[in-house]
């Protein structure tokens, strides 16, 4: 096999790495990747806006308020606008979203971050440059993406997020 189709096999497994990991977490808990980040980041700071949320997870604010709808009309969190400045909403979850995250496996991630960050510096450094040059040459470099291994469900028009 030539360097390309190994890089571009590569590539496939870990994507379908990702997609098996998905759909698991949505058949087990109902949640795709980016749900669960929200949820697990209004989980620790139960009050928190979406602009926090969205710089936390490094996703757009209107990405997050899509997904907060989605969990909203689930009953997973509730928004709650502020007595004291009315331009403030607050983020908290509900009973139910609070049941979904204790019971919701440690994402994908956070397995690669284990062994990520157990290697050397030098060969994270090296993999992060790869990385970031493949997403180039993909003209990738532009897309809104959170530090979550998810596929599939960040959907603009959909009801994916």
């Known amino acids: 096999m030539q360097k390309d189709e190994e890089l571009l096999v590569a590539l496939r497994k870990v994507i379908r790495a990702i997609d098996i990991r998905s759909k698991e977490l949505s058949r087990d808990v109902g ?6 980040i929200v949820l697990q980041q209004v989980g620790k700071n139960p009050g928190v806006m979406v602009k926090e ?5 490094t996703l757009s604010p209107a990405t997050v308020t899509s ?3 989605r969990m909203e009309s689930r009953g997973h969190v509730n928004r709650v606008r502020s007595t004291q400045d009315k331009r403030k909403v607050g983020v908290f979850l509900t009973d139910v979203g609070q049941s979904l995250l204790d019971k919701a496996p ?3 991630q956070e397995h690669f971050l284990n062994r990520f960050n157990a290697i050397e510096e030098w060969e994270q450094s090296q993999m992060v440059a790869t990385m970031q040059r493949i997403a180039t040459m ?3 470099q532009k897309i809104d993406a959170a530090p979550v291994l998810e596929v599939g469900s960040l959907v603009k028009n959909g009801s994916e997020l």
């Open 106 to 108: 440690l994402p994908l």
């Open 67 to 69: 997904i907060l709808d």
């Open 138 to 140: 993909m003209d990738a």
């Open 31 to 36: 949640l795709t990747g980016p749900q669960l």
């Open 53 to 57: 949320i969205a710089q936390s997870i």
